[in-house]
């Protein structure tokens, strides 16, 4: 194991009490796998609609019609990527060759980001470790069900973020 996995091993322990020998393991399971109920996060799934709440005030970061993939690995890793399909196109075709105002809204209107995530006994999403995003003030946040929600009812998956700083994301999504 790399130093760098053995740190967010560790990260994963002290957050979800379990040892350092279990963080390890893909699945970070209880000892009897028998009492582990199927992952209903696993899988991929579609945004429908995605906001934001601020003040009482609600925004639409990636568009009334949000675009992209949330997924869900059975070892424990995720990756998910939105955005706004009406982010207009580059005018000089050149990617990193945007105008300050062009780059502005492509980074206002998508978010990439991926790293590993938990579930507990039942199969319910319990938190993550951001390893990697396109907003960089990120990499490295460990989040628990105290900020971040996913539940699935179905086919249908609500996660609920709250921000430091006070605003409240909101994002539907569709197993595909």
Do not use: C
Not at 69 to 74: H, K
Not at 115 to 140: H, K, L, M, Q
Not at 145 to 152: E, H
């Amino acid at each position: 194991m790399t130093r760098y996995n053995t740190a967010i091993a560790v990260t994963l322990a002290a957050l979800f009490a379990v040892s350092p020998a279990a963080a390890q393991t893909p699945a970070a399971a209880p000892a009897s796998n028998a009492t582990q109920k199927p992952n209903k996060v696993v899988g991929t799934w579609r945004p429908v609609s995605a906001t934001v709440e601020v003040d009482g005030k609600i925004s639409y970061p990636y568009g009334k019609e949000p675009q992209g993939r949330l997924t869900f690995t059975s070892d424990l890793h995720f990756i998910e990527m939105l955005f706004d399909p009406a982010i207009p196109k580059i005018k000089s075709n050149q990617r990193g060759g945007g105008t300050h105002e062009e780059n502005r809204a492509v980074m206002a209107g998508m978010l990439a980001l991926y790293g590993r995530y938990s579930v507990d006994a039942e199969g319910n999403f319990t938190g993550n470790v951001v390893e990697g995003s396109s907003f960089p003030n990120w990499i490295g946040d460990v989040r628990t069900n105290a900020d971040l929600t996913m539940v699935v009812d179905g086919n249908r998956m609500i996660e609920n973020f709250q921000r430091p700083g006070g605003a409240k994301v909101t994002i539907i999504f569709e197993r595909m």
